[in-house]
Every structure is written in C-alpha cells, then in structure tokens.
C-alpha cells in the first residue's frame, strides 16, 4: 500500500503544480502514512505497557518514521550530508508542534470545553500548518547551493 501511494504522489505532483503546491501534497501523504503508524504503533505498545508509557514510545518512533520519510520523500533530500542536523532541527519542530498541541488541548478542551474530536480537528489544521512551515524554512531550508 505505502508504494503504491507514494507512486501516485509522484504521478500527482509531477504535473504542472507550483514547487510549494508539490511538497505539499507530499506532505499530507508522509502524513497520513505517519498517523496511521502512530495509531497502530500506539495501540500496539498499550498491550505492553501502560498507555502514557507507550504514548511517549509512539512519539519516538513516529517521529523517527516522519524524519525518514519527509527527508527524503516530501523534500527529496538523499545522501546522508546534512543529516544529523537536519535530524535534531526535525526533532525540536516535532517537540514544538507537541507542546503548540498540548496548549491548544488546554484552551480548547480545557477552557472552551470542547469535545477531544473537535478539538483534534482544530489543532491538526493548526499544528500540520507550523510543521510544514518549520520543516520547509528550517529542517530541510535548501541552501543556495542546492543542498
């Protein structure tokens, strides 16, 4: 399923859309392929171990996934020449967009007593949003050379 989906990606993106419109439909696909790791590595780890416990062991293991694949598919970056920095800048976009979550799911969930669904669909657009823009102008920034 995950090559026949990034198949179609690259049929979808080799089109005439912009650079910016490309990387952003990667994006959503490295996404979906993430969440869907996340949840079943999530609900895998709760057969083990407590729920907080596999919770942060999920993170870990999802953020790793979404380095590996955003580098290389969404932002097509190959050869190892910048990535340990480009690991720890991802690895601190990723603590940011967890700690921007947590915030809103204090507001929303917390103040404004919204329902957890809705609040995840309001911070999705939001979080997903800071996550592109970190990994674009930061992680993954193209240097004038190139790479």
Do not use: H
């Amino acid at each position: 399923m995950l090559p026949k989906l990034m198949k179609q990606c690259r049929l979808l993106t080799s089109s005439s859309l912009n650079p910016i419109a490309q990387r952003m439909i990667k994006f959503v696909a490295s996404g979906l392929v993430t969440t869907a790791f996340s949840y079943v590595s999530f609900v895998t780890l709760t057969l083990f171990m407590r729920y907080d416990a596999a919770a942060l062991c999920s993170w870990m293991l999802t953020v790793s996934l979404g380095f590996a694949v955003n580098r290389r598919f969404t932002f097509g970056i190959k050869g190892g020449e910048g990535g340990v920095r480009q690991l720890v800048l991802f690895v601190v976009g990723a603590g940011l967009q967890l700690l921007l979550a947590e915030a809103g799911y204090a507001v929303l969930i917390g103040r404004l007593k919204f329902n957890p669904s809705a609040a995840f669909a309001c911070l999705l657009v939001f979080t997903s949003s800071f996550s592109f823009g970190f990994m674009s102008l930061v992680a993954f920034r193209r240097r004038s050379g190139g790479q």
